[in-house]
């Protein structure tokens, strides 16, 4: 079965990244103690070790001074999910709103060392407050939307989640030009998605379903399937589709690594092939991804970097170059 799609999305999404560049203003801020600073950073780079070793893997690629904010970026994006799927609190929305405000700060307190080094970051590299803002209303739109009706729906959210996060990585690392942005919206769908297809079980257990509904619909499928772990027939081909469509995301999105700094491409490289390696990993499980979650082991992470590096040194010699 193939299932028409619409590419209206990616037009959708491109207005949206728009409005970080058009929305570019870096106030002054407050001069911080290197010693807090130092602190902040650390924290950070704890906070990234503890949750995700594939991230903390890839943005060792970097050079110190971007590896630091890259990490920053990281504890940003995870204290601010981290509010609306672990905190235990009566009312999320309220922590949200808190911690919108001091995270956005210029000027944010001493002892919120993640919101220092981030508010630091941004100042640094003139990452757009805009992309940050689309985040955060990504990540609140989890505490009512549990459903997306098509893909479209789907892609904007992964937009907010998560290729909000490659365009402020884009303004660490650096990039050509606004040529880029295309290709980093692209890879935070495909990011997203992958992670979506690999937590459908959990997601199930929070009351959330990140699939579209319409294709479920044409492939048979429904919440019954999902409730009881089904991995039938039509899941696999359900399944099959939404697999392929993503790998066709990534490889569309893999030239614009040839539009980053030289520095930086192969960090990104390295979290586009370890993260991609996760559908191979849903495929080896015959698409149950209901009673165990896919994942590449630390070796097999390890093993896939020579040939990922190797397809960059090929990337390198078609597509465009950029140094600073």
Same mark, same amino acid.
């Given at each position: ?130 992309? =940050?803002?689309? /985040?955060? &209303?990504?990540?609140?739109? @989890?505490?009512?939307? *549990?459903?997306?009706?098509? !893909?479209?729906?789907? +892609? ?114 390295? =979290?586009?092939? /370890?993260? &991609?390696?996760?559908?191979? @990993?849903?495929?080896? *499980?015959?698409?149950?991804? !209901?009673?165990?979650? +896919? ?30």
């Amino acid at each position: 079965m193939t299932i028409q799609t619409s590419l209206s999305w990616e037009t959708h999404l491109l207005s949206l990244a728009r409005e970080g560049f058009d929305n570019l203003h870096l106030p002054s801020i407050a001069t911080l103690d290197g010693t807090l600073l130092t602190r902040a950073y650390q924290a950070c780079e704890e906070m990234t070790r503890e949750n995700s070793r594939t991230f903390m893997l890839a943005s060792g690629l970097l050079p110190y001074e971007k590896r630091k904010s890259i990490r920053a970026l990281y504890a940003f994006c995870r204290m601010s999910d981290d509010i609306v799927d672990r905190a235990i609190t009566p009312n999320r929305e309220s922590a949200l709103a808190a911690w919108r405000f001091h995270s956005l700060s210029q000027h944010p307190s001493d002892d919120n060392l993640v919101a220092l080094a981030w508010a630091d970051t941004r100042h640094k590299f003139a990452v757009p407050v805009r992309y =940050a803002e689309q /985040l955060l &209303e990504g990540v609140a739109s @989890d505490l009512v939307n *549990r459903r997306f009706k098509t !893909f479209d729906e789907l +892609a904007a959210y992964a937009y907010r989640v998560a290729s909000t996060v490659g365009l402020m990585s884009m303004h660490i690392i650096g990039y050509s030009g606004q040529e880029a942005v295309p290709y980093a919206v692209k890879l935070g769908v495909a990011l997203q998605v992958t992670n979506i297809l690999r937590d459908v079980g959990e997601d199930w257990q929070k009351g959330r379903i990140y699939l579209p509904l319409d294709e479920m619909v044409e492939f048979g499928i429904n919440e019954n399937d999902i409730a009881g772990s089904k991995v039938t027939s039509r899941w696999r081909k359900f399944m099959r589709f939404q697999v392929e469509r993503v790998r066709r995301l990534y490889e569309e999105a893999w030239p614009g690594i040839a539009m980053l700094d030289r520095r930086g491409r192969f960090a990104i490289a390295a =979290a586009a092939g /370890l993260y &991609e390696a996760i559908l191979t @990993d849903i495929e080896h *499980r015959d698409y149950n991804v !209901f009673t165990s979650r +896919a994942s590449v082991s630390s070796l097999g992470k390890l093993s896939r970097l020579p040939g990922i590096w190797l397809r960059l040194q090929t990337l390198d010699d078609v597509n465009l170059w950029f140094d600073n």
